[in-house]
């Protein structure tokens, strides 16, 4: 079966992309919602998804790929002003409610849902997955987050985040937890629906899972009957290093955010040298990179409209986000002192957001933060006419090592309107883009294989032997 995932000898690696969005009004790029073409306040009814989805099928998109926090970001001043005012992932709404109807409209659109297991109960999520991965014929992936703000820990009952690491020790039980029900409960064959005989399942092919660990306790059988996919296609964000061994052991996507080509590259490397070591195949983990794209039919449209976006933009929000994931008020840092943690402050919050500007590059300041947020979000942005765009997006792909990218929006829908009636026939053109979707799963259209996880994933093993 043809795939896009596939690249064939003396063709070009083909560019995976999902949209990047979350089911709120500021994601990324914040203030955006004050232009008056964007329509990211209408987040909140059905059809703003509906017609989303539609249109990134239009586009061929691989996937969406929808954020997600539990709390709200207190940390820029002690408080939430900023975050209501300039509604910073603040309200946001359950990404989870919104597949099912965006499914009802499409057909090969993925949907990357972030779900944070810190504070669900594994025999339960593992329900909601596979029902999802039921009603879209297995088109669901799991963003599989661990929370980083006290705000959240606090309003789930703890006094304070769980440590950044044992929030990874947690992690890894939980998927075990997971895998027992998706890939061991129900063996294949359970299920025969025979009418005649009036046996829908096998009991003896249903398994009850038992599982004492040092976190959870499950005992009982798996409520769903085997999906699609089984297990939805795992991505992961971490990049610290006990973040990258979570996912090199779980992740079949992995979603990098970096500033830097070479830094970039060698944070590939080092994922797929680790998988390596873990047996996997390095080729069988997909990494995806968070870019911003801005453009026009020309380059001075494509300028003019970067220069309209950031009279709009608000850097001041996208600084009050940065110091939410790295858990540092950065509001008490004078503008040109260098951005170190103060006091010797260890973070509880994303790791990698204090290395960037601490240890690994120095020089950073607040004023040089807000220089670098001009459109109140630190993705790469790439501004230009399509060639110059697709030009940019394949010396990312050619010098990182990446799969593909996670896009961003700016003014929705327009900048994804844009992107998939401008730079998409420049891609195709180039032969790095695809033309047509492969028939099948996520996973199947994502890696070109079967729709379950690879023998070779830790997952797997949890199979029984005629599973």
């Not at 499950?218 to 089984?230: D, K, N, T």
């Not at 970067?306 to 950065?330: C, K, N, Q, T, V």
């Not at 590059?361 to 947020?373: C, D, F, H, S």
């Not at 110059?388 to 996670?406: C, H, K, P, R, Y």
Request: proline letters at 6%; glycine letters at 10%; aromatic letters at 8%.
């Amino acid at each position: 079966m043809p795939t896009h995932a596939v690249c064939p000898p003396g063709r070009k690696k083909q560019i995976l992309l999902n949209a990047f969005d979350m089911n709120c009004v500021g994601h990324i790029n914040h203030g955006l919602w004050t232009h008056p073409r964007d329509r990211s306040t209408d987040y909140r009814t059905l059809s703003y998804w509906t017609d989303l989805a539609q249109l990134l099928e239009r586009g061929l998109f691989d996937g969406l790929f929808i954020a997600d926090i539990v709390g709200v970001y207190d940390v820029y001043g002690g408080s939430v002003t900023l975050p209501l005012q300039e509604s910073i992932q603040l309200p946001v709404n359950d990404p989870m409610m919104l597949v099912s109807a965006m499914a009802a409209v499409t057909r090969n659109l993925g949907f990357g849902i972030t779900v944070n297991l810190t504070y669900e109960a594994p025999y339960l999520l593992a329900r909601r997955f596979s029902t999802l991965d039921h009603l879209t014929e297995g088109r669901i992936g799991w963003n599989i987050v661990t929370g980083y703000l006290d705000s959240a820990a606090r309003a789930m009952g703890l006094t304070e985040q769980i440590a950044h690491d044992e929030r990874y020790d947690r992690a890894d039980e939980y998927l075990d937890v997971l895998y027992q029900l998706w890939e061991r409960s129900w063996e294949d064959g359970a299920v025969v629906r025979d009418r005649n005989a009036r046996i829908f399942a096998h009991p003896d092919k249903v398994h009850r899972i038992v599982h004492h660990g040092k976190y959870y306790d499950v005992e009982g059988y798996h409520l769903a009957e085997p999906s699609p996919q089984r297990t939805p296609v795992l991505f992961q964000a971490g990049s610290s290093g006990r973040g990258q061994a979570f996912g090199v052991r779980h992740a079949e996507c992995v979603f990098v955010s970096s500033q830097s080509k070479a830094g970039t590259r060698e944070l590939v490397a080092a994922l797929r040298a680790h998988a390596l070591a873990a047996g996997r195949d390095p080729a069988g983990l997909k990494v995806f990179m968070g870019v911003t794209v801005v453009t026009g039919r020309t380059e001075a449209e494509a300028r003019d409209k970067f220069a309209e976006y950031a009279r709009h933009a608000s850097p001041e929000a996208g600084l009050a986000h940065f110091a939410a994931g790295s858990g540092i008020d950065y509001s008490t840092f004078a503008p040109d002192a260098p951005l170190a943690p103060p006091g010797g402050h260890k973070s509880r919050g994303i790791e990698s957001s204090v290395k960037r500007v601490t240890d690994d590059a120095p020089g950073w300041t607040v004023e040089r933060l807000l220089a670098q947020l001009t459109l109140g979000g630190r993705y790469p942005t790439i501004v230009g006419d399509p060639r110059q765009v697709a030009d940019e997006l394949e010396s990312w792909m050619d010098e990182t090592g990446i799969d593909g990218f996670n896009l961003t929006r700016t003014v929705t829908p327009e900048s994804y309107v844009d992107f998939i009636d401008l730079v998409i026939p420049q891609l195709q053109e180039r032969g790095v883009y695809k033309t047509a979707y492969a028939e099948g799963t996520l996973r199947e259209k994502l890696f070109g294989a079967g729709p379950r996880l690879p023998p070779e994933h830790v997952g797997a093993g949890h199979r029984r032997r005629n599973g």
